[in-house]
């Protein structure tokens, strides 16, 4: 069963496959259900999340003369899907993004329950 969530994400409108953290055979968690929807409720942690990924990536940003929308956030990351890993009291979300400065390991937007965000390559919730 593929769910999916529409988010307006910093201006603009996606539809994201939402890809729970279970092994073959596992059921999504009500946890992680419930993460999903804590998350889509606080539009203003993705608000607050720009400014740390801004922040992230700005020098690789800044070092690449090719990128002549170096204010426009969508030039160098695309949010593909959201992950939702397993953790019995808390589990985490994470909005896990294409990367034009790192395309193999993309770039992940990680989430807490309380909205604490950590900004890092995919690696740091997979």
């Not at 968690?29 to 922040?55: D, G, R």
């Not at 390991?105 to 690696?123: K, N, R, Y």
Request: with cysteine; proline share 2%.
């Amino acid at each position: 069963m593929t769910k999916t969530v529409d988010m307006n994400i910093w201006g603009r409108d996606f539809l994201l496959e939402i890809e729970f953290d279970c092994y073959t055979g596992e059921t999504v968690t009500k946890e992680q259900e419930k993460a999903v929807k804590e998350f889509t409720a606080h539009s203003e942690w993705l608000m607050n999340a720009k400014h740390i990924i801004e922040e992230y990536c700005k020098e690789s940003v800044m070092d690449d003369e090719e990128n002549g929308k170096k204010d426009n956030i969508f030039s160098y990351i695309k949010p593909e899907y959201l992950f939702v890993k397993r953790d019995k009291e808390y589990p985490r979300v994470a909005l896990m993004c294409k990367y034009r400065y790192d395309p193999e390991h993309g770039l992940a937007v990680v989430f807490s329950h309380e909205g604490e965000v950590t900004v890092g390559m995919q690696d740091i919730i997979l």
